[in-house]
Structure formats: C-alpha cells, structure tokens
C-alpha cells in the first residue's frame, strides 16, 4: 500500500512538469507571435510615415505649379489670335513644370499634360505631382484637373444703364453712350426691360460733348447736340417703347435678357456661389467697400472681381482705372457713391435668389461711373445725380485676350492620389 502511494506522487509530479513545459512553450510561442505582430505593425507604422511625408511633399508640389501656372497665365497669355494663344499657352505650360524641386528634405516634380477638353476657350490641363520623401526611400504621386475661366462667361456689358426694371432718373443724370450699341453709327445709352422716366435735367450724348469743369452733358435746354433731352424725355414719360425723339433709349425690349447674371457671367443666377468663390480665391470677398477704398486706383489691378456682400460705400474715392477697371457686384445692399467720387469699371446691383432682400443705391453729387451700371432692379434704385460714360478703354480692359481677366479653377472631381 505504501508503494502504491509513493508511484503516484511521482505520477503528479511528472503531470506537473509536462504541463509547465506546455504552457513554457505556449507563453514562448506567444512573446515570439507578439513580437513579430509588433515588428510588423513598427513597420507599417514606418511606411505609413514615409508615405505621409511623400503625399505631403508631393501635394505642395502640386500646389506650387498650379500656383505657377496662375500667375503665368495672368501675366503673359495673349489671346489675340488662335496663334499668340497657343504660343503662350505652350510657353505657360512649359513654365509650369518644375523637376526636382526641393521641399521639406525631399523633393517633388510637376509634370503638365493637355486633357484635349476646354473650358470656354481654354485647355483643361492634368497636373500630376510626384513626391519623394526625405530619406529618398518612399514616393507618392497625387494629380488634379485645371484650367482658367474668363471673368465673363457671357457678355461683357457695353452699354452705359443696363437695368432689369423700370428706370426712373432724376438730377443731373448724364448718360455719355456706346455710339456703336445698336450696330455701326446706332448709339444706345439706356437699357431696360421696363419703363423709361426723366426730367429736364437728364440728358445722353456723345463723349465729345461730355464736358465742363464737372464734366456732363451739355445744359439739355435747346442744345441739339445731345441724343436725348431731358424735356424730350420728361414729355414723353414713362418711355414705354422706343421713340425717335430719344433714339438711344430702350425700354421694354423684348431682346432683354431674362437673367442679368447669366447674360454677364455665363452661369445660372442659382450658381451665384461660383462667382463669389471666384473673388474669394482672389481675397476680393468683403462686407463693405473699405478695403476697395483703400486700394484706390489699384482696385482692379489683382482681379477685376469684387463682391461685396454688406454696404458699399464710395463716397468720394476714385476706384479703378482704365487699365485696370473692377466689377463691384453689389449683393443685395446698399451701393453709396456721393459727392466727386470715380468708379471705372462696372457697378452690378445683383438681387440674390436666396436673400430675400433687394439692392439699393444712393448717387449724388458727381458721381461718375466710367463703365457700366448694371442692376438687376428699377425703380428708385436707379434715381439720383450723376454720370454714367460709355469708355472703351474700360470695355477693352476687360477683353478675354488678356491673361488677367482670369481666375484660376479646379475641375470639380478630378483630385486623385495614387
């Protein structure tokens, strides 16, 4: 009996080893599975660091020639003809490359391919951007669709009152007009798809009449080298159709666009957004018109396109010039401009689809807008003192052959990395 007892102590104390050399090996096996597991994880953690450097680098590459060829266009593209266009864009785009540029300890390079579409007039581009990371050891590559899109998608306006209402005018309104808005020798001073009405202070005519130490049209009261005379108008008020009296006024036309926006920016009143972007890329978003005031005479020189989305007050200063003339969209506030103030370039009282509110204008004075006064409502909006003066010189600032008249755009869509 005791024999028996003594085997089976032995018996446990074997059971016992062989289970501790199994769990040894189990505990072993599980270190050696973890540290491969966190060996491999190290590594990924490694690669995914690298990668990030290179995307990274590889993304500012990007940035730095699309940025490059913006500034390019705006400066040298020349649209004159189908020749100067694809010389300069040929020499744009070949300045845009960059290869082995240096960024963050590593480096990237840019390369430019035409996609064979347009946008307007313009080629879309692909630019892909390929980084690599500071230890040389990882790379990325990352690639965007560009082009640039002219200030107006649609018509540039070329006639002095352009309103989508009725014109009520009184004070010294003077209107100098395109001699050639109608057709060669066909003058066109007012614009509108309403009513017509003047007092005998108003008066249109040509430039060379524009004169005086505060220049207007000569005094209305019996001078026959104006178009329109005030007394012409006032008797005929409201104007509801053309009238040979007044030839250079339109009322009520039926050619008159039904969307103002459209007719001058190419896109519908509902996509307004885009064209706000458009000047927000350019830092000409504000909510008066004191930074506008500020830049003066340089107003325009960046981008035409200001928009200003809270009231506009100019009262005094001279914005603009007529090489480089703005575009002041008005989004629906007040547009103030009186006393000896200037504006060159075109004045759009724009009525927001999505406000709810109506833009307005306060004008006396002699005030004097070298361009265009667009407005998308009549009425009082129109009515005040001053001077509004066809100038082709403004016009001609604004053509699509200059590079300026440009912002840069993305293809919506188009960002790929790789």
Request: proline content about 5%; glycine content about 12%.
């Amino acid at each position: 009996m005791k024999f028996v007892i003594k085997n089976q102590s032995k018996q446990n104390g074997a059971a016992t080893l062989f289970i501790s050399v199994v769990i040894l090996i189990i505990m072993t096996l599980m270190v050696i599975y973890a540290a491969k597991v966190g060996l491999f994880e190290h590594r990924i953690s490694a690669n995914d660091a690298r990668y990030k450097d290179a995307f990274a680098i590889a993304d500012g590459g990007l940035e730095y020639a699309t940025q490059l060829f913006s500034d390019e266009f705006k400066r040298t593209y020349d649209g004159t003809n189908p020749t100067t266009s694809n010389a300069t864009l040929a020499t744009i785009v070949a300045n845009s490359a960059v290869s082995n540029q240096s960024l963050g300890g590593g480096t990237f390079t840019v390369s430019a391919t035409d996609t064979g579409s347009t946008f307007g007039s313009i080629p879309v581009y692909i630019f892909s951007s390929v980084g690599i990371g500071t230890d040389n050891s990882s790379t990325a590559t990352v690639e965007r669709q560009i082009t640039m899109s002219y200030l107006f998608g649609g018509t540039a306006p070329d006639v002095p009152v352009i309103v989508g209402g009725g014109v009520g005018v009184g004070g010294n309104f003077n209107v100098v007009a395109n001699p050639d808005g109608g057709g060669d020798g066909v003058p066109v001073s007012v614009w509108s798809s309403g009513d017509i009405e003047g007092t005998n202070s108003a008066a249109t005519c040509h430039m060379q009449y524009y004169d005086g130490n505060n220049a207007q049209c000569s005094n209305p009261s019996g001078n026959t080298e104006n178009i329109s005379m005030g007394g012409d108008l006032a008797s005929l008020s409201p104007l509801v159709s053309h009238d040979a009296t007044v030839p250079d006024l339109l009322p009520n036309d039926p050619n008159f666009p039904s969307d103002l926006f459209n007719f001058m920016f190419g896109m519908q009143r509902a996509d307004w957004a885009i064209k706000k972007a458009e000047a927000e890329a350019n830092g000409q978003v504000a909510s008066s018109c004191a930074s506008v005031v500020s830049a003066g005479t340089n107003a325009g020189a960046n981008f035409p396109l200001w928009w200003i989305d809270g009231d506009c007050d100019v009262s005094g200063a001279t914005i603009g010039s007529s090489t480089n003339p703005v575009i002041l969209v008005i989004d629906d506030h007040e547009f103030k401009a009186v006393g000896n103030g200037q504006v060159n370039g075109i004045v759009y009282l724009f009525e927001n689809p999505d406000s709810g509110l109506t833009p307005t204008a306060q004008l006396g004075g002699t005030t004097e807008i070298n361009g265009s006064f667009v407005s998308d409502v009549g009425g009082s909006a129109m009515q005040g003192s001053y001077a509004v003066v066809y100038d082709p010189n403004i016009i001609n600032a604004f053509s699509p052959s200059d590079g300026s008249n440009y912002s840069f755009s993305y293809v919506p869509g188009s960002w790929k990395d790789f």
